[in-house]
């Protein structure tokens, strides 16, 4: 199959690539076309996957599919944008019809899930890898950004951390679960579920906000560094699911949630009265500490005493990286 035929018949004729609102032209032109209704801003994230190195090669297809744009949209939902398309480029070592059929299917369900249309990309031969382009929009001004934290805010998560990083050793084989405790930190590893509906929940409430990808610690000192306020966390309110708790032990697991990556749950500063109506409205949100002045993050023990964290996140250039 010649790379044109490829392309129309996994990804042009996919179900994510169907005229969607706000596409005015989609794959088959040398660009596409968004429309933007007056008043709002784009916004652009591009995300990389290589195979070696952020996932193992070989993988699942379709839960590289489902992996690869469940990354790049949770960026959309980190500023509160209302998802609108994406670019695919793919370099790939062969073109075996089993891969590209379920990678498709996992990229499609993604895309359902998310609202996001395929509006276009790149096919290349090389060595596996995968970029993502995501397109959004935002009333103009409204962005959640890094840096409008401010003193006396809430410091809230979205959701329980460390499970992605938990299920790395399952991912490559290294560590065994039992079936129900590994589905679980598996699912949220291969198929995290971008927070958009609460990014879009937090416009004009929220003071700063990003996806957690590196680890909470690392995250936070970016919001912190940004805004020119310290983070404190109260490492008790950290959470954990019941699926980590049941693999490691407790220290093991705080660890995960706040030096482990991948969890792409949102961190986000709050002002106090905003907290009652977001949990009045359903939205499982965790308050786990707060902005007071100062710089960097501070972790709490229950006596309110700094602790010495451990390790920060993963860093490709760093030295706790690689
Ligand atoms: P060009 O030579 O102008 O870059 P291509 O031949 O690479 O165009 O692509 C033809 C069309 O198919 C373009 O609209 C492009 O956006 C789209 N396309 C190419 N690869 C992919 C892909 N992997 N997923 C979705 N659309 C793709
Ligand atoms: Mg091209």
Redesign the pocket.
Known sequence: MG??E??RH???AAPC?QAAEGVAL???????LLDLPAGEQLAISTDTLVAGVHFPDPCDAFLLGQRVLAVAASDLAAMGATPLGF????CLPQATNDWLQGFARGLNQMAAQCGLA??????TRGPLSLTVTVFGRLPRGQALLRSGAQGGDLLCVGGSLGDAAAALPLVLGQQHAAPEVAAALLAQYWSPRPQLALGQALRGKASAALDISDGLLADCGHIAAASGVALQIELARVPLSAAILALLSLPAAQHCALSGGDDYRLAFTLPAQHLSGLQADGWALQVIGRVVAGQGVQLLDEQGRVITPPQRGYQHFGSSGD
């Open positions: 790379e044109f490829l392309i996994y990804f042009a690539a989609g794959i088959g032109d040398d660009c596409a670019t695919l480029a793919l395929l509006i276009g990309g790149d096919t």
